[in-house]
């Protein structure tokens, strides 16, 4: 009886070996769950702050691009009028005016400044500021309609800003106000208007 009894209390013993053998494999498997979890966890946590880091950066990008673009819209806004007021200048002299001006032998400073002008918004090629003299404006001038067809399909964007700022220096000379050269000249008047808000675009 007493063998009986010490053979249980064995197999218990071994059972509960075995058990606690089972119970610490089973401990280890679930720490290696859990840090494996956590590890995630801070990943995610990372992957969610760098994420935020994103989404700020791209929110501030978008304000400033809509910010770009309303000043934009309003600078177009503004500026579209003086351009149509420029096209109108031109349209409305017809090849009489400009054979007027042309016609000048001895023309006026304020004539010659404005074709100066005329002549660096439209590209007319030349070596030194010299070259842009009379002769060359009459030359221009010489095909009235082919002369207005160029200035009314002239686009702000084909000129450079330095070449703007060439023909403002010239237009800001005393006695260069655009009413006063149109009192003096149709023609010189209207070229002279135009070149003014052109470069305003």
């Not at 679930?30 to 994420?51: D, G, P, R, S």
């Not at 400073?109 to 090629?125: C, F």
């Not at 009413?179 to 002279?192: F, H, N, P, R």
Request: with cysteine; charged share 30%; proline share 2%.
């Amino acid at each position: 009886m007493l063998r009986e009894t010490k053979k249980n209390v064995d197999s218990l013993l071994e059972f509960i070996k075995l058990k606690n053998v089972e119970v610490g494999k089973v401990k280890e498997e679930t720490n290696i769950v859990v840090i494996k979890v956590e590890k995630a966890a801070a990943e995610a946590e990372v992957e969610k702050e760098a994420a935020g880091i994103i989404m700020v950066r791209a929110d501030a990008c978008v304000a400033e691009a809509t910010a770009i673009q309303i000043n934009c819209d309003k600078e177009l806004g503004e500026a579209l009028p003086a351009l149509k007021k420029a096209q109108d200048a031109v349209d409305k002299l017809d090849k009489s005016d400009i054979g007027e001006l042309k016609g000048f032998g001895s023309p006026k400073d304020q004539y010659k400044d404005t074709m100066i002008a005329i002549m660096l918004l439209i590209g007319t090629p030349y070596k030194k500021m010299s070259d842009l003299d009379w002769k060359l404006a009459q030359k221009e001038m010489s095909n009235p309609e082919g002369f207005k067809q160029t200035l009314m399909t002239l686009k702000p964007e084909m000129v450079a800003e330095e070449t703007k700022n060439k023909a403002f220096a010239i237009l800001g000379k005393e006695g260069m106000e655009v009413e006063k050269v149109m009192k003096m000249s149709k023609a010189a008047g209207g070229l002279c208007l135009f070149a003014n808000c052109f470069i305003s675009f």
